[in-house]
């Protein structure tokens, strides 16, 4: 089993469309959790952080269930703006030094 | 405040030539880091460094050598260029290791190796 995978995707929705993004990690002992940005040949940035609680940011909503291994990202009232490739990553152990990156979901917002 | 600088922003080599990208962060971060990123493969960690003169290596440290002689700077070595090098390379850096402390990425380094 892959350290973290990700549905590949592409997913293509129309404007103001719900999708969702999920992710499974293989590392019980992970303690933190991000999902990235990254836009055509630029470099990924950091969308949100995930916390056990799940928490939202705007349009964006993370999840995370620990006993499944299992995040996702909600993104409502989708945006043209939001086309990327979204990453989801994950501390691959405790002293925090190895983020592992997912190989990404790309998503196609259409008018 | 530039953030994460990588210098080139591309860059061609012939196999066999060693070369050094540079990467600067002007933020006090403590921890830096070497991605590459190549078609199909996701981002993978080449070399880290928790803070000055200390690194270690990441998943895929072959054919590449690092150091972090001060806290801004973590130049990454091409010994000898080889075509399964050809890659986007990407430098990141952070507060600090531990709990949800994102990266901040340079604009990367397009590298191919001829």
């Known amino acids: 089993r892959k350290e973290v995978e990700q549905d590949p995707g592409p997913f293509n929705v129309p404007e103001g469309a719900t999708v969702a993004f999920n992710c499974t990690y293989s590392?019980?002992?992970?303690?933190?959790f991000f999902w990235y940005r990254q836009d055509c040949r630029k470099e990924p940035k950091l969308l949100m952080s995930?916390?056990?609680s799940g928490n939202e940011d705007g349009r964006f909503t993370a999840q995370l269930n620990r006993a499944s291994q299992y995040i996702s990202l909600l993104i409502r009232d989708s945006k043209l703006s939001d086309s990327a490739t979204y990453l989801c990553?994950?501390?691959?152990?405790?002293?925090?030094?190895?983020?592992?990156f997912g190989k990404g979901t790309t998503l196609s917002v259409s008018s | 405040n530039a953030g994460v600088t990588q210098t080139p922003k591309f860059q061609v080599l012939k196999t066999g030539q060693s070369m050094t990208l540079q990467c600067a962060q002007d933020?006090?971060?403590?921890?830096m880091s070497w991605y590459r990123q190549d078609p199909g493969m996701g981002l993978r960690l080449i070399h880290y460094?928790?803070?000055?003169?200390?690194?270690d290596q990441g998943e895929v440290p072959n054919g590449y050598n690092v150091s972090r002689s001060t806290t801004e700077d973590f130049p990454l070595r091409l010994l000898s260029a080889a075509p399964s090098q050809t890659s986007v390379y990407f430098c990141?850096?952070?507060?600090?290791?531990?709990?949800?402390?994102?990266?901040?990425f340079g604009s990367g380094t397009r590298l191919t190796v001829v």
């Open positions: 990141a850096s952070s507060r600090t290791t531990g709990m949800h402390y994102g990266y901040t």
């Open positions: 590392n019980s002992a992970s303690q933190s």
């Open positions: 995930v916390y056990s």
């Open positions: 990553v994950v501390n691959s152990n405790q002293a925090g030094t190895a983020l592992i």
């Open positions: 933020m006090n971060h403590e921890y």
């Open positions: 460094s928790v803070g000055a003169g200390i690194t």
